[in-house]
């Protein structure tokens, strides 16, 4: 009997100890919390896709809205849809992988809105194939996308922030920046090196009230893949990639992601990872990654070897063919209209 209600205490304690846990951590977020009505928010890569989604889903809060990309047409669609919810939108044409095009957007936004109350560093490109067929030049591209450009945008954005005594910073890295992935090889060093900087900042910048967001996110259901680089056997290179884009279980919608990602950063949060198959393979790599690296390995003795055009490009739209199932593609070309990444 003694034991008994021994073992009932050291329950009722800890029940105790997680229910002031949560306590703590609903009253932090509480005062974390950041409206999106009349805030800026600026997101790279803004003009399609889920860098589009999270526009549409800012703006409808009523944010204003600042979008740039390299794609003057995307942009113009995308700045016509936006204004068309009743929007104050600028867009940009801008190349975030040069350091006088990024400067001239954060004079800008400051210069047309007056100030930058959140930073989405959500651009980014894909190459898809086996490592013998990748090159310096593939992985010099990944690295100035996604590390180099979120770093000239956030230290361009940071005196603007620091000066209204506070702000956000999103950074959208990958599940792939957790966990290695084969035949992304570029894409995934690339992405590690943006979490690693992510997680930093975030402790470097907490004393300015500046709160910083790493999101990894799985696959997405937008139609990128369309715009996608693939190398190799291309075709089959894109039919694995784009049947996985949609699996149900493995991806998730751009709108449900949009408004994980935007509840994330209101509320401060330090990092998001979804769906739930993401999380699941990020907790597994953290408590046993010798066997997420076998797994890896044997998900790799089933992608498409080395052949085809070789270490040449083909994006995603020229390398459809019979081997991407008729109704994955379909549902590609479905998401790509939707989403602004077809015209």
Not at 129 to 149: S, V
Request: aromatic residues 4%.
């Amino acid at each position: 009997m003694t034991r008994n209600k021994n073992q009932l205490g050291v329950l009722g304690v800890a029940g105790a100890m997680m229910g002031v846990g949560l306590g703590i951590r609903a009253i932090v977020r509480a005062r974390r919390y950041m409206c999106l009505k009349d805030k800026v928010v600026l997101i790279t890569g803004g003009s399609r896709g889920l860098g589009l989604t999270l526009a549409r889903l800012a703006a409808d809060e009523g944010a204003k809205i600042a979008i740039c990309a390299r794609d003057e047409a995307e942009l113009n669609r995308a700045r016509d849809e936006l204004q068309s919810r009743g929007a104050g939108v600028l867009a940009v044409q801008c190349d975030i992988t040069i350091q006088n095009q990024v400067d001239e957007l954060i004079r800008g936004v400051v210069g047309h809105f007056g100030s930058i109350d959140v930073l989405i560093n959500n651009a980014g490109i894909i190459q898809v194939g086996p490592m013998e067929e990748m090159t310096l030049a593939d992985y010099e591209e990944a690295i100035k996308t996604h590390f180099g450009a979120p770093l000239m945008a956030t230290l361009g954005a940071l005196p603007v922030m620091r000066g209204r005594g506070g702000g956000r910073i999103v950074n959208i890295t990958s599940i792939g920046g957790k966990i290695a992935a084969p035949h992304l090889l570029p894409y995934s060093a690339s992405k590690f090196a943006l979490v690693g900087f992510s997680e930093g900042l975030r402790a470097e910048l907490l004393k300015d009230n500046i709160y910083v967001t790493t999101v990894a996110p799985g696959f997405f259901r937008s139609g990128s893949p369309r715009h996608a680089m693939f190398k190799g056997q291309h075709e089959k290179e894109y039919a694995w990639f784009t049947t996985a884009d949609v699996l149900p279980g493995v991806s998730i919608s751009p709108e449900r992601l949009a408004k994980r990602i935007l509840s994330a950063m209101k509320h401060g949060q330090a990092e998001l990872i979804t769906p739930f198959a993401a999380k699941v393979q990020a907790k597994i790599n953290a408590l046993v990654p010798g066997l997420v690296s076998e797994i890896s390995a044997l998900i790799n003795a089933f992608l498409p070897p080395p052949g085809g055009i070789r270490n040449a490009r083909a994006t995603g739209a020229e390398s459809v063919s019979g081997y991407t199932p008729e109704a994955v593609q379909r549902r590609n070309d479905s998401a790509g209209r939707a989403h602004n990444e077809i015209g």
